[in-house]
């Protein structure tokens, strides 16, 4: 009796997630949870966690990575932990360049050479790359984004070094460093002006769902 119980609740919740969600649209779990609450006030956040996955995995609900609402550069900035591919990418950028040039070529100090060089050469400029490309993080599974940052450094850095060949300065230590740290600086500063454009966006549906729901 109790399961039966529990699968007539489980259903009724659903109908009831689907209906929010034909009317209102997209919305987060929080204004779900919200909504079913009104019907079913000892509902708990577990249970509506529940009811999202599994709408998801019928096929009956799109979860989305939604950016932080932000309106300005300097908000968005804060947000740390979805910023860290930035600042990861630009500070091991830099502390190769720094590496490469203050740190002596004698053992143990190669070692850190050699495991910043392989990073600054073969993963970052491909990397940043693919975050600029695809800057919705549900777009590529994290292997998928590993694979293309490899794959994508291995093609841009000889194609760097096929320019740097037809220019005065030719293909050497210093333009090549400089040159991959023009582009890592470049290509991130694109990237995040995109996912920076996405939580513009996220704030102004944001604002227009809950003018909305004033009106309603």
Excluded: C, H
């Excluded at 947000?79 to 502390?95: A, G, K, M, Q």
Aim: glycine share 6%; charged share 20%; net charge neutral.
């Amino acid at each position: 009796m109790n399961n039966k119980r529990n699968n007539l609740r489980s259903t009724s919740l659903d109908d009831q997630a689907l209906a929010f969600l034909a009317s209102s649209g997209a919305a987060s779990v929080q204004k779900l949870y919200d909504a079913l609450r009104i019907k079913s006030p000892s509902l708990t956040e577990a249970e509506v966690t529940e009811v999202v996955w599994r709408l998801a995995e019928q096929g009956k609900a799109d979860l989305r990575d939604s950016p932080p609402p932000t309106k300005s550069l300097r908000e968005y900035l804060g947000f740390w932990e979805r910023n860290l591919w930035f600042y990861l990418s630009l500070t091991v950028s830099f502390v190769t360049v720094a590496v490469i040039y203050s740190v002596p070529e004698v053992i143990p100090f190669i070692a850190a050479r050699w495991i910043l060089g392989s990073m600054f050469v073969f993963f970052i400029p491909g990397y940043v790359t693919v975050e600029a490309l695809f800057p919705k993080g549900r777009e590529l599974s994290g292997i998928e984004r590993l694979a293309l940052s490899i794959g994508l450094s291995l093609a841009l850095v000889p194609l760097i070094g096929l320019l740097l060949n037809y220019t005065p300065w030719g293909i050497r230590l210093t333009p090549i460093v400089i040159s991959l740290t023009i582009f890592t600086v470049a290509v991130s500063a694109a990237g995040l002006g995109r996912q920076f454009q996405l939580s513009v966006e996220s704030a102004e549906v944001e604002q227009l769902m809950n003018t909305k729901e004033t009106n309603l």
